[in-house]
């Protein structure tokens, strides 16, 4: 049995590699991932890749920001230190938009940035896992798991036909541990 | 699927023969991965001999206290508020620029948000010194903080706008470092890819681990995105609230709600001019005239001309309502800041944020670079007088004559000002040799649309309107990394 893990179709050209994607998918080979330098629009589509759900993520993290401020705001006015200010009321609603503001924002962006991150297991010091590392620099790369898929010479050839400049069989997944 | 073709009489946002993917990489990243030539060197010591300045200043600042300052009992605020209103106005340009243009689809901001971005949070830097200078007691700034202590708990002013300004900037600094920094790990990752070593080691560590998966980046787009859509209120609420610093008080001249707008303008303003002065020399230096182009040196200068003219109406309206409201000592503050002992002050404000902008309606002195690049300098300088003129005139002679009263600044007051100079030029000047000037992944999205290279296919493959593609030859002529040359026969 053949020792290949990955097999690596590398395009040099973006809309070669969607033409890669749409052999594949005719002829019903699973795809592992797709790696580029930068982001192809329509590709998630064809793939069938469904929607971020972080837009819902940032809106709740925006609430609870909004929630956290007006509380210690709340509390230090009302609660804690209650202040007459000209008769005028202790929790003086208009002064404190902007605080709302900024920490609705602070919330937003933190949260789901962090979130981002860990959905996607970024965080300093974790080891790259490349598969080519052109993939950063001009290589558009279509990655097949080599395990019980179809003879891989036919999956060299569905790549070749697309326009792949070179077609990889990997006996490692990863190459940035070496 | 098919890229989709830009329309032809759109310029080029990237510009020479030949480019590739590969090519960009290389370019971008040529500052990154090798020694710096000698023209940074030249820069880095002298912008290192003003950050060593204002150490010096800054330390007798913090031993002696303020009073090592020109400060006195009338004018209580002076140098350090005009510096700190001068460079948060600068770092608006930044968050503009990748915020607003990115919801705007201005896909010429590719190119030149990440230095602009850059030099946001240097610019941002550079103004909390300020902040945290003139507390006078710096290592109590906590203070500003809503903790519970020993004084009751007695708790911050929730009323006050300076408690408004430091969630703002504090808020605004940490989220356009973390836009920025979100925006570069794809191309760290780029740098980590081709480096050995341990300089591998260090960007594979900056790198969070990047792949450039498909889900990798169907994230970063939705982040980028709402990091925008959110930024863009942002970053018109921090000039705000900044402005109600003064418009909240009952200062003759401070006390005018024209303040928020006015100074949001006048921050886009100074802010694009600081971008021009970096960016004109930054594309020379490090030969990215490919990448930022003369329509993006346009582009730019257009929006210096629209916010110079915003501001200069705020100029007028200021003084218009001054006298129409009938207030005296309104109508004196105006009087006094165009007549009194700072009347210099006032007219280089006049002259180099209203009058020398409308230079600009000449396409000829857009496209010119040397004059663009006086001019983006002659800007910054008036609008830091813009920001000394509402300070310090204001605070001079308000409402009892007997304690009306001169500032003058120290050499520790010059110094704080000059030094900041020298500590946000040597960090923009460190920042392009270890990370990639321009943004090298959105850079790449345009190789394919909107390239002049790929106009030039459309040219070679038919089927365009001849006046449509003499309209873009035409439009190509302003370009300096063109050659005209090629286009003679097609």
Not at chain 2, 202 to 212: K, N
Not at chain 2, 342 to 366: E, G
Not at chain 2, 435 to 443: F, G, R, T
Not at chain 2, 463 to 468: D, I, R, S, V
């Amino acid at each position: 049995m053949s020792k290949t893990k990955i097999i690596l179709g590398c395009f040099d050209d973006p809309d070669d590699m969607m033409q890669g994607i749409t052999n594949l998918q005719k002829n019903s080979v699973p795809i592992y991932d797709i790696y580029t330098p930068m982001p192809i629009h329509g590709i998630e589509a064809k793939m069938g890749v469904k929607d971020s759900r972080l837009g819902y993520a940032a809106f709740c993290f925006g609430c609870l920001g909004l929630t956290v401020i007006t509380s210690i705001v709340y509390y230090t006015l009302v609660g804690d230190w209650p202040q007459n200010i000209g008769g005028k009321p202790s929790f003086a609603m208009p002064d404190f938009i902007p605080f709302m503001f900024e920490w609705t924002i602070l919330f937003t962006a933190f949260g789901m940035t962090l979130t981002f991150f860990a959905a996607t297991h970024l965080f300093p010091g974790r080891a790259p896992r490349v598969m080519d590392l052109r993939a950063t620099d001009d290589r558009f790369i279509i990655a097949v798991d080599a395990k019980g898929n179809i003879p891989h010479d036919d999956i060299t050839n569905l790549l070749k036909e697309a326009g792949a400049v070179e077609v990889k069989h990997n006996e490692r997944k990863y190459v940035s541990y070496e | 699927m098919a890229h989709h073709h830009e329309s032809i009489i759109r310029e080029p946002l990237m510009t020479g023969k030949d480019m590739t993917y590969a090519r960009i990489t290389d370019e971008i990243l040529l500052p990154v991965e090798n020694k710096p030539n000698k023209a940074w060197w030249i820069g880095f010591i002298v912008s290192a001999l003003g950050a060593m300045l204002w150490v010096v200043s800054i330390s007798l600042t913090f031993w002696y206290g303020l009073g090592e300052w020109g400060l006195n009992k009338t004018v209580g605020w002076a140098w350090d508020i005009t510096g700190f209103v001068w460079w948060v106005g600068i770092g608006h340009a930044g968050t503009l620029i990748s915020a607003v243009l990115l919801v705007f689809s201005q896909n010429w901001r590719n190119s030149i948000n990440r230095s602009a971005e850059a030099m946001t949070i240097f610019a941002v830097i550079c103004a909390a010194t300020y902040i945290v200078a003139h507390m006078g007691r710096p290592w109590l700034a906590y203070f500003t903080l809503p903790l519970p202590n020993q004084y009751g708990s007695l708790w911050v002013n929730w009323n006050s706008a300076l408690m408004m300004d430091v969630f703002a900037i504090s808020t605004y600094f940490s989220v356009s470092l973390l836009f920025w920094y979100t925006g570069l790990l794809p191309d760290i990752a780029s740098i980590r890819d081709r480096a050995k070593g341990l300089r591998r080691r260090i960007y594979s560590i900056l790198s969070f681990g990047w792949t450039g998966s498909l889900k990798t980046w169907q994230r970063f787009e939705t982040v980028s995105l709402i990091l925008a859509g959110i930024s863009t209120p942002l970053v018109l609420s921090v000039h705000t609230i900044v402005s109600f610093d003064f418009a909240t008080s009952l200062e003759p001249g401070w006390h005018t709600t024209i303040f928020p707008p006015y100074f949001v303008a006048g921050a886009i303003f100074s802010g694009f001019a600081m971008v021009q002065t970096l960016l004109l020399v930054t594309r020379k230096v490090l030969g990215l005239e490919n990448y930022i182009t003369m329509f993006h040196i346009e582009s730019m200068n257009k929006i210096i001309l629209l916010t110079g003219s915003i501001v200069g109406v705020a100029y007028i309206t200021e003084f218009f309502i001054a006298w129409y409201s009938g207030v005296e000592y309104e109508q004196y503050a105006f009087i006094n800041r165009a007549t009194g002992p700072y009347w210099w002050a006032y007219w280089s404000m006049m002259s180099c944020n209203v009058i020398s902008p409308q230079l600009f309606w000449s396409s000829k002195l857009r496209r010119n670079i040397p004059f663009s690049w006086a001019l983006s300098i002659v800007v910054n300088i008036g609008m830091w007088f813009e920001r000394f003129v509402i300070i310090v005139t204001s605070l001079h002679r308000d409402y009892i004559p007997s304690s009306w009263a001169m500032f003058y600044p120290t050499w520790v007051d010059v110094g704080v000002f000059i030094g900041s100079i020298g500590v946000f030029f040597t960090l923009f000047l460190l920042f392009i040799r270890v990370l990639p000037s321009v943004a090298i992944a959105e850079v790449k999205l345009l190789l394919k649309t909107a390239s002049e290279q790929a106009k030039m296919k459309q040219i070679k493959e038919g089927h365009l309107e001849p006046a449509e593609v003499q309209y873009y030859k035409e439009s190509l002529t302003k370009y300096d990394s063109v050659d005209m040359a090629d286009y003679e026969n097609v």
